[in-house]
């Protein structure tokens, strides 16, 4: 089966520095999402991107945060600036966009900030 | 805002037993319901999808929509020590999924 693939598995960083999460997902996927989910918490939407831009996004993302696809394959979320509240699993993650087809998950980037 | 909410459990069964794992959501826009089981370290995968309420049945998973009562059922019947993971239920009227916490279930040989 086709997979969503995220670099790295494991990203530590300092608090204010930038990170740049990346992703490939399903060649002939439409829609492309980030999630995050912190220790102990909910999977949390952050953002939906179609077409280039933004479809729909949560209050999580704010300014700090920006996506990109930036060729034909690959798909990033960049925090701008991280905080100590962002350490959490980052998930990308694909599909067709047809209203509740199935959503691949890639296996996350987990971000430490310290 | 607490659209999807879950038990997180941890849930212990023995091998062999009916596991019962449920939601309640709040959003009555929402029409299709999803259970992703999540194992350490990786991302949900979708177990069952279904649109708007009644069952689907896969193999040994039965996936239950109750709109009237905004509650959202998965069993597992025969339930493995391999189904040991955490089961998270999902809903979205768009595209966006909203998640409940996840049931951490463990199945002891």
């Known amino acids: 089966e086709p997979e969503v693939t995220q670099t790295p598995s494991h990203q530590v960083t300092q608090m204010g520095q930038e990170v740049i999460l990346r992703c490939v997902p399903i060649?002939?996927?439409?829609?492309f999402y980030w999630y995050r989910q912190i220790l102990g918490q909910k999977v949390e939407f952050l953002v939906s991107?179609?077409?280039?831009?933004?479809?729909?996004k949560s209050e999580i993302f704010d300014d700090q945060f920006s996506v990109e696809r930036p060729d034909g394959s690959n798909f990033t979320l960049k925090i701008r600036s991280t905080k100590l509240e962002d350490s959490a699993m980052y998930f990308c993650a694909s599909n067709g966009g047809q209203p509740g087809e199935k959503l691949f998950f890639g296996s996350g980037t987990q971000l430490s900030v310290l | 805002q607490k659209e999807v909410e879950q038990d997180p459990g941890p849930l212990s069964v023995p091998e062999g037993a009916i596991v019962s794992l449920n939601c309640t959501y709040s959003n009555s826009a929402f029409q299709y319901f999803m259970w992703y089981r999540q194992y350490s370290r990786k991302g949900p995968e979708l177990l069952m999808y279904?649109?708007?309420?009644g069952n689907k049945e896969d193999g040994r998973f039965t996936a239950q929509v109750d709109k009237s009562s905004k509650y959202i059922s998965l069993f597992i019947r025969d339930s493995q020590p391999s189904d040991s993971a955490t089961y998270l239920c999902?809903?979205?009227?768009?595209?966006?999924?909203?998640f409940g916490k996840g049931t951490s279930l463990l199945v002891t040989p």
């Open positions: 060649s002939n996927h439409l829609y």
């Open positions: 999902a809903s979205h009227s768009g595209y966006a999924l909203n």
């Open positions: 279904t649109y708007s309420s």
């Open positions: 991107f179609y077409n280039n831009e933004i479809s729909e």
